[in-house]
């Protein structure tokens, strides 16, 4: 297949005699041993039409159940809320999607600018000074917040609350061992982190502190309280908050409340879930951490003519010029997905931002309260929530739960025993976005209401029999 | 619009109005568009203006003091621009075309293979059953992306001729620490502690960052006359402390090392892991495989290979490719795929498996499992192509590589650009402008920046480092010979234009929406976000 190489055979052989070779095949032998020089063709079935392709991919998509498929309260992480349609057409124009890094600032303004406004965006929904151009994506941004805080103290130990996302602890966990540092998880009491174990795990060797606004189980931590014991216990600890951003429309700013580094998962600002990825993770710090960020930072600047521009800076800090020295080996940002990002949050606007969040707080009120007057729901904690929380289902199978939901087209939620495994078997964890309505909350609790009485019911029946 | 003798008829100016290219006197002939003064989004807020409109909450409201304790609330709101759609829209419309794109201009970057990103790919990945395909389905019901993946997962192990493939990493870096510790983890599982990593004076500078950030000790081996590792300075620094060696082959040179073979047998002699950094990777599809070279590690980046547009610096994708030995401690989850009597299969994602790939994992990269849109596409296109279509796109990026070298040397170019290493090359070459800055007083800066006045993009510059004045082109093969004739014009152009008055060159770019920037400035005072003080 060639429709993507212009070369044609006439070309080629005006190139190759440019070159001075009898055929390709000969170039290369010139360079590669001939032990290593391929005689058969790669183990690959032949290379199909465009519509062959398309018609396959759409075979394949259609073997999945997407959010557009069923009525999802899946959240856990990423959430399903609606994406304007602006942001498609934004992302899809070919001088954002096709560009290359803006190494040549002076034809790469479209983009800088699109990363200073973004920078501008992070810190203002976090209340916090400085902010790069993104990261991959949430929690290896937590992880990359830790290592800068062992850059900066050189302690070892890095205590997180438990109430962080389980693939924020195991991704921790993974690159601590690669520098060295030790990893503390302190459990949860009632929903969030235990007070009185999260102040006695600090000391002088610890590094940073890792808590969740809001938790993994939805629940609001007081975060203020969190920064300040640990730096009552850990003098030198920096204190990292791995945000879900949408919950900052209503919650106090992490600038406010002791965080030294905001990061967090920016999928909810205006990207897919696209199973996972690919999406931004957010990094904002204060001041003093600036050098030393990772990633990319777009900064202002002028010309030659004074007029204003942008340009990637503080690149001292980077890979590419100092190698083993850098503050990290990130070389780059999630330009695309954090123009999604900044359009996002343009669009919801000062104003729209609060309302949305606002709407969620309420929505999920409602949902926790409808939930838990269904028999058999009882709420895993009483913590305050904005858009997510969890439940159990005493004595009942909850992936069957959730399997007989789907059967009548509503994903309920995470079940809990998926990552959380001998813990919170009975766990059912349920997030709200704009897009799951009072009807559709209503016909959660009795899908809820009716897959637990089968259950009971299918359980009576196997012991009578 | 053009003034030039030696215009270039074919390659329109990607970012401008001039869509002739090839402005030979300082002229600001660009698009009043692009001239714009750039305003942000902040500073276009008007209060009352908005986007967005809430739909009605539809549950009885209660205070939000009740849901919340008022202690741990928002005081003031972000600030955040005020705005209508229509505003929004025409703002990012408007600095996009401020932006220079592959989509309409030849982009010969060294070791970042810019090549044609096929529309299909969006359209595919945009279907609701992969966009909104959320990542804690239940596999039940998400087995038509598992498929993909565990599909993606075959083809990549049969272009790199490693059995197992692990799609999780997010980028090429990440791919990269990736490998460093799974070599670690793999050495440790043997009861060994090896502290070092030989990275080529040549290497990406990503190699020794990852290195660290792996808690691992770099130590540089020298490049010989040829381009290739220096074989003696290997030996000397090849011991039982060395727990990998990261190499790319053909190396940022563009050139392939005759000496893989020796240089893997050296290496694997005292224990260590070889790891293929796959920047290159566009070079030998088809045509070698690292497997066969005697590499355990592969890092892919989908990004480059595998036509996954490149964003403006993100999302790319950085899957590994593993050895039987190095399999057990991949990060999860794992997907595995098991078949039926009837020979249907079913495909699981597994975080904890207790046999064969990741049964030792070293654990998690990121949450999730990837960057699954990045996979759609790169799985369409390997389907597109087919196993000879991707050799035929590697031998046609060598091709054009060797191509556009006879062509600079035709007109004269290499007597000012003369070739870094080697005679010939495999998909980019390495010119060095240390001769050109002699003799007619122009940077390779200079010259980049006056490539842009013809509607170029320049070539990667002052790298790699060991090369003075460096400049690494690679023109890919979905480049046509017309645009490879005009680039090389252009490169001509420049230097006779600079024997006249080098100061053109030195001024350049003058046809771009901002001349010459003040980095030095921008990095001794940072500004790094508009102050909101003066306009909200």
Redesign the interface.
């Known amino acids: 297949m060639t429709r993507y190489t212009p070369a044609t055979d006439a070309d080629q052989e005006a190139m190759l005699a440019a070159v001075g070779v009898g055929s390709i095949r000969d170039l290369l032998a010139e360079q590669i041993p001939e032990a290593l020089l391929l005689q058969e063709p790669l183990d690959l079935p032949d290379g199909q039409s465009e519509q062959e392709v398309y018609t396959h991919l759409r075979d394949l998509a259609a073997r999945n159940t997407s959010a557009e498929d069923e009525v999802t309260f899946l959240g856990a992480g990423m959430y399903d809320h609606y994406v304007p349609a602006i942001i498609d057409m934004l992302m899809g124009r070919s001088e954002f999607l096709t560009p290359y890094t803006p190494y040549q600032p002076e034809v790469s303004q479209g983009g800088l600018q699109v990363m200073f406004e973004y920078q501008t965006a992070i810190s203002e929904l976090t209340a916090l000074p400085v902010s790069n151009a993104s990261v991959y994506e949430g929690p290896s941004a937590v992880a990359a917040a830790a290592y800068l805080a062992k850059l900066v103290n050189g302690r070892r130990r890095i205590v997180v609350s438990a109430g962080a996302h389980p693939h924020t602890i195991q991704t921790l966990r993974t690159l601590a061992v690669g520098y060295g540092s030790e990893v503390v998880v302190v459990p949860l009491k009632d929903g969030v982190t235990d007070a009185e174990a999260w102040a006695a795990a600090f000391d002088d060797d610890t590094s940073s502190a890792v808590v969740q606004q809001p938790n993994f189980l939805g629940a609001v931590e007081d975060v203020q309280a969190l920064a300040d014991a640990a730096r009552a216990g850990g003098p030198k600890a920096v204190v990292i908050g791995a945000y879900d951003p949408i919950t900052l429309g209503v919650l106090a700013p992490p600038g406010e409340v002791g965080v030294d580094v905001a990061v967090g998962e920016g999928q909810s600002l205006g990207n897919r879930l696209d199973f996972g990825g690919p999406s931004f993770g957010f990094f904002a710090a204060r001041e003093a951490f600036l050098r030393r960020m990772p990633g990319r930072i777009a900064g202002e600047t002028t010309d030659v003519d004074g007029r204003r521009g942008f340009v990637l800076t503080l690149q001292t800090r980077e890979q590419h010029i100092r190698r083993e020295k850098a503050t990290s080996n990130i070389c780059t940002s999630q330009a695309l997905n954090a123009l999604a990002g900044v359009v996002y949050l343009s669009w919801l606007g000062r104003e729209g931002l609060p309302e949305l969040a606002n709407l969620l707080a309420q929505r999920t009120h409602y949902a926790r309260t409808t939930l838990a007057a269904v028999e058999g729901v009882e709420l895993l904690h009483e913590q305050p929530v904005v858009r997510e929380f969890a439940v159990r289902l005493p004595g009942v199978d909850v992936p069957q739960v959730v399997a007989y939901c789907q059967d009548h087209g509503v994903n309920p939620g995470l079940a809990l025993t998926r990552t959380h495994e001998g813990q919170f078997d009975d766990g059912l964890l349920v997030a709200i976005t704009e897009q799951r309505t009072k009807d559709e909350i209503d016909t959660l609790a009795r899908l809820l209401g009716d897959a637990i009485a089968a259950q009971r019911t299918g359980a009576r029946q196997e012991v009578s029999a | 619009m053009s003034t030039t003798d030696n215009a270039v008829p074919t390659e329109a100016v990607?970012?401008g109005g001039d869509e002739q290219g090839g402005a030979r006197v300082p002229a600001h002939s660009v698009n009043p568009i692009q001239r714009d003064?750039?305003r942000?989004?902040?500073e276009k807020?008007v209060a009352g203006?908005?986007?967005?409109v809430?739909?009605p909450?539809?549950?009885?409201?209660?205070d939000?003091d009740?849901?919340?304790?008022a202690g741990?609330?928002?005081?003031a709101?972000?600030?955040?621009?005020?705005?209508t759609?229509p505003e929004?829209?025409r703002h990012?419309?408007r600095?996009?075309?401020?932006?220079?794109?592959?989509?309409?201009g030849f982009?010969p970057?060294g070791s970042?293979t810019?090549?044609?990103?096929?529309r299909?790919h969006?359209?595919?990945?945009?279907?609701?059953?992969?966009?909104?395909?959320?990542?804690?389905?239940?596999p039940e019901?998400?087995?038509?992306?598992l498929?993909?993946m565990h599909g993606l997962e075959r083809?990549l192990s049969?272009?790199s001729g490693l059995p197992h493939v692990c799609l999780q990493p997010?980028?090429g870096?990440?791919g990269?620490?990736a490998g460093?510790?799974l070599a670690?983890a793999y050495h440790e599982s043997r009861g060994e502690t090896r502290t070092k990593v030989l990275t080529p004076d040549t290497a990406?500078?990503?190699?020794?960052?990852?290195?660290?950030?792996?808690?691992l000790e770099?130590v540089k081996v020298a490049t010989n006359p040829d381009g290739g590792v220096d074989i003696d300075d290997l030996r000397a620094k090849a011991d039982e402390d060395v727990a990998l060696i990261m190499l790319t082959n053909p190396n940022t040179l563009g050139?392939?090392d005759?000496n893989?073979?020796e240089i893997a047998s050296i290496v694997h002699g005292v224990g260590g892991v070889l790891y293929y950094d796959g920047a290159n990777l566009n070079a030998i599809?088809?045509?070698?495989?690292p497997g066969?070279?005697g590499f355990d590690i592969v890092h892919f980046n989908l990004h480059k290979s595998f036509t996954q547009?490149?964003?403006?610096?993100?999302?790319?994708?950085g899957p590994i490719a593993v050895s039987d030995r190095i399999a057990p401690f991949v990060?999860v989850p794992v997907i595995r795929k098991e078949e039926a009597a009837d020979g249907s299969a079913t495909f699981s994602l597994l975080d904890a498996p207790t046999e064969g790939p990741g049964s030792q994992s070293?654990?998690?990269?990121?949450?999730?499992?990837?960057?699954?849109?990045?996979f759609?596409r790169c799985?369409?296109y390997?389907?597109?192509?087919?196993?000879?279509?991707?050799?035929?796109?590697s031998?046609?990026a060598?091709?054009?590589a060797?191509?556009l070298?006879?062509?600079l040397d035709?007109l004269g170019v290499r007597e000012h650009l003369p070739l870094a290493f080697g005679t010939?090359c495999?998909h980019e070459f390495v010119i060095s402008g240390g001769p050109m800055k002699r003799d007619l007083g122009i940077k390779t800066l200079d010259l980049?920046?006056r490539l842009?006045d013809h509607g170029y993009?320049?070539p990667?510059v002052y790298?790699p480092l060991l090369v003075d004045e460096a400049m690494l082109i690679e023109p890919v093969?979905?480049?046509?010979?017309e645009t490879l004739d005009g680039f090389a014009a252009a490169l001509a152009e420049i230097l006779r234009e600079a024997k006249d008055d080098p100061t053109i060159a030195q001024?350049a770019?003058y046809s771009?929406?901002?001349?010459?920037?003040?980095?030095a400035?921008?990095?001794k005072r940072?500004?790094?976000?508009?102050p909101?003080e003066e306009t909200?």
């Open positions: 990607a970012y003064p750039a942000t989004i902040f807020s203006r908005r986007a967005f809430a739909p909450a539809g549950v009885p409201e209660v939000l009740e849901i919340i304790p741990l609330r928002r005081t709101p972000a600030r955040l621009p005020q705005v759609e929004i829209v990012y419309v600095i996009s075309r401020r932006n220079f794109d592959l989509d309409s982009y970057l970042c810019m090549k044609y990103n096929p299909l969006e359209r595919v990945a945009g279907l609701p059953g992969h966009a909104r395909l959320h990542p804690f389905q239940t019901h998400a087995q038509g992306a498929e993909l083809q049969a272009v997010s980028a870096s990440h990269e620490l460093v510790l670690r990406h500078g990503t190699n020794p960052a990852t290195v660290t950030m792996a808690g770099v050139i392939f005759p893989i073979e599809m088809g045509i070698t495989r066969d070279m547009p490149h964003g403006g610096g993100g999302p790319g994708s990060p070293i654990g998690k990269l990121r949450g999730f499992q990837g960057n699954y849109g990045v759609v799985y369409s390997i389907r597109s192509l087919g196993g000879s279509g991707l050799r035929d796109a031998e046609k060598v091709l054009n060797n191509y070298l006879a062509k035709e010939r495999m980049a920046k842009l993009h320049p990667t790298f093969e979905t480049e046509a010979r001024n770019p771009t929406p901002v001349r010459r920037l003040d980095e400035g921008a990095a940072p500004i790094i976000r508009q909101l909200v």
